[in-house]
């Protein structure tokens, strides 16, 4: 008997009405606020066009203005007849041959691109994420074998840790670290928030790596023992390998959620991609603009690493 494939246009469809009715709400919403787009005020937060003023280094006169193409090259003459070159725009040059100049006047400026607050942001919090990811990654998988170890104190003390991170507020630990731990051992604020978002993540990471080495059947122990291994080499060569494979959609949910999770940190005045936001929305008073993008921003982050992890895991299904 042949079976038809049923059609899955209708429903891609109720799909994009469903979107659309969203857009659509979200329109009206703003409608009935009188909320005014701007959206031509958001690419100067990503990069803008930076102004550098090229001063005068001493006492001296202007001895030439020449033309060169887009630049003009000033050349001035001190006291002493050392002389100082400069390239700037030749709109921004307000001065003439023989002018006096004083230390400090500015000849001209000069402008080139640079990066926004928002570009500065989404930069901060990757570095901020890949740092903490790494750190939470060793100390997880540390503290996860901890946890099942034959000795106590290793399992009591990796239990607590667990316990007592999970059991307590991210920001929280963030204020302990910083105002208690870092003002102690005098560290930087970069290096409080990477550490307290490391040992979070290290705590649920712990979780999930202890959950998939129990997930593997006590036997695979035994073959691997049976065949001249100790119980480390088994645990690196044989259970941790095949408990990766099970623990990598919960570790890849782990670190999209510590992605966000970073966002905490600009409350100890770390400049990442949130408190850029909000820095941004008080100078150009586009709130559901600025908000919009910020949102758009970790999603440029986070679904890359979800495509990522979801290849991964059908490429290691493919290898069983």
């Not at 102004?51 to 280094?57: C, G, I, K, Q």
Request: glycine share 8%; hydrophobic share 50%.
């Amino acid at each position: 008997m042949i079976k038809h494939k049923k059609a899955q246009w209708p429903w891609h469809g109720l799909t994009a009405l469903v979107l659309v009715g969203l857009a659509l709400s979200l329109y009206f919403a703003t409608s009935m606020i009188s909320y005014e787009w701007r959206w031509n005020r958001i690419p100067q937060y990503f990069a803008y066009q930076a102004e550098e003023a090229h001063r005068a280094a001493g006492y001296g006169t202007v001895q030439e203005i020449v033309r060169k193409g887009d630049t003009a090259v000033v050349t001035l003459r001190d006291e002493d007849g050392n002389q100082q070159v400069l390239e700037v725009d030749p709109a921004s040059v307000k001065l003439s041959q023989g002018d006096d100049v004083a230390e400090g006047d500015v000849v001209g400026l000069t402008h080139h691109w640079a990066a926004g607050p928002l570009a500065w942001g989404l930069w901060t919090t990757v570095w901020i994420s890949v740092a903490s990811g790494i750190l939470g990654l060793v100390i997880g998988l540390f503290a996860g074998l901890c946890r099942l170890s034959s000795n106590p104190t290793l399992r009591d003390l990796s239990t607590v840790y667990v316990e007592l991170v999970r059991g307590t507020p991210l920001l929280v630990q963030i204020f302990i670290f910083y105002f208690f731990i870092g003002t102690v051992l005098n560290l930087s604020r970069e290096f409080a928030g990477v550490a307290a978002l490391a040992l979070f993540t290290g705590a649920y990471v712990a979780e999930i790596v202890r959950a998939g080495v129990q997930s593997i059947a006590k036997g695979q122990g035994e073959a691997a023992r049976s065949l001249g291994l100790n119980a480390s080499q088994s645990m690196r060569h044989v259970i941790l390998p095949q408990a990766f494979k099970r623990v990598l959609p919960p570790l890849a949910g782990q670190f999209i959620s510590l992605v966000k999770d970073t966002s905490l940190v600009s409350v100890i005045a770390i400049t990442e991609l949130t408190k850029s936001g909000r820095e941004a929305i008080t100078t150009s008073f586009s709130t559901f603009e600025i908000w919009f993008c910020v949102a758009g921003l970790y999603l440029l982050i986070n679904l890359p690493l979800s495509h990522f992890a979801s290849r991964l895991e059908r490429r290691l299904a493919q290898s069983d």
